[in-house]
């Protein structure tokens, strides 16, 4: 696995990302300043960890998407290259248009940092082949903007192409309880049309190690590793 | 030249904030209070006296960053 981790202004969990790449595939990945206007050569996956980019001045994410790496970025993805954005990076992804729809303020206006549980929705991507199908998960959420909105023919169709990842549940997987953000349909990840792309509020990169209380997120990247290697 | 751009949500997205400074006004006794949504303002110096330019520049401006046109609508005005 060639892994890119990058670096914008104001990121804080790119060394989480790239110890979870590291156990996962024992390599590596390189961090990329977001000034930078090229990936390394034969780079196959592209993080975008999570923070507070720009200090979420304009609107969360806006500032860093116009930087000059996300042309690299956008080319890798156009490519079929893998990309992953996590938090921050989710709605860095959105406001590059990498990913449709927005993501809002939360509904209670509160910042939400805790545990929560997901229902993978899907084993068909690149990000979650190594879970089942309806799998309910543990990580944890760090994020004041996650909201998730989109007009109702894009909701149409991310639910109807199966392109929803993951979304908010209780332990039990019901996935009808208030959630943590009012995002619509409790969704907490998306994926692109070819599913290259992955854009998800929790972070799975900081419950990959016992030590933390968990290692449900590893799944995701041992899945990003099985895909590469297949 | 100085521009406001004035940039709102759409009326058809959830404004939280919004509501919550709706129930503030009204816990403050201002009655008659029917909605309040907030919005973003930016006030611009551009060189040159192009109005026409200006506002071809300005929408670019909006387009590209100042406003997320999913959510976001926008309002250009040059000042006289």
New interface residues.
């Given amino acids: 696995m060639k892994a890119a981790v990058v670096l914008f202004p104001g990121s804080n969990r790119e060394r989480d990302a790239a110890r979870a790449l590291r156990l996962a595939s024992g390599q590596e990945p390189a961090i990329v300043w977001h000034g930078d206007s090229e990936l390394p050569a034969g780079t196959d996956l592209v993080v975008l960890p999570g923070g507070f980019s720009y200090g979420d001045y304009?609107?969360c994410g806006?500032?860093a998407a116009?930087s000059p790496i996300m042309g690299a970025v956008r080319a890798h993805a156009e490519r079929g290259g893998l990309v992953l954005g996590i938090c921050n990076g989710f709605q860095i992804l959105i406001?590059a248009g990498l990913l449709?729809?927005?993501l809002?303020?939360?509904?209670?206006?509160k910042f939400v940092c805790r545990a929560q549980h997901l229902r993978v929705e899907t084993t068909e991507s690149p990000f979650t082949n190594q879970y089942s199908k309806g799998q309910v998960i543990e990580v944890c959420i760090a994020h004041g903007d996650g909201?998730y909105?989109?007009?109702r023919e894009t909701v149409a169709r991310l639910e109807g192409e199966g392109l929803v990842g993951f979304r908010y549940c209780d332990a039990s997987g019901d996935v009808s309880g208030p959630g943590p953000n009012?995002s619509v349909n409790a969704i907490a990840g998306i994926f692109s049309q070819k599913r290259n792309v992955l854009g998800m509020m929790p972070h799975p990169e900081n419950l990959v190690d016992p030590l933390v209380g968990g290692t449900d997120g590893a799944g995701l990247f041992a899945s990003v590793g099985r895909a590469l290697a297949a | 030249m100085k521009a406001r751009v004035t940039v709102t949500l759409k009326n058809s997205v959830l404004d939280p904030q919004g509501k919550a400074i709706e129930g503030a006004l009204k816990s403050l006794g201002f009655d008659g209070v029917g909605s309040v949504r907030q919005g973003k303002v930016f006030d611009i110096e551009l060189a040159g006296s192009d109005r026409a330019a200006a506002e071809t520049a300005l929408k670019g401006m909006c387009e590209k960053l100042l406003a997320n046109t999913v959510i976001e609508s926008y309002r250009v005005d040059i000042a006289e």
């Fill in positions: 304009l609107r806006a500032i116009r406001e449709p729809g927005a809002l303020r939360n509904e209670n206006l909201n909105v989109a007009d009012g």
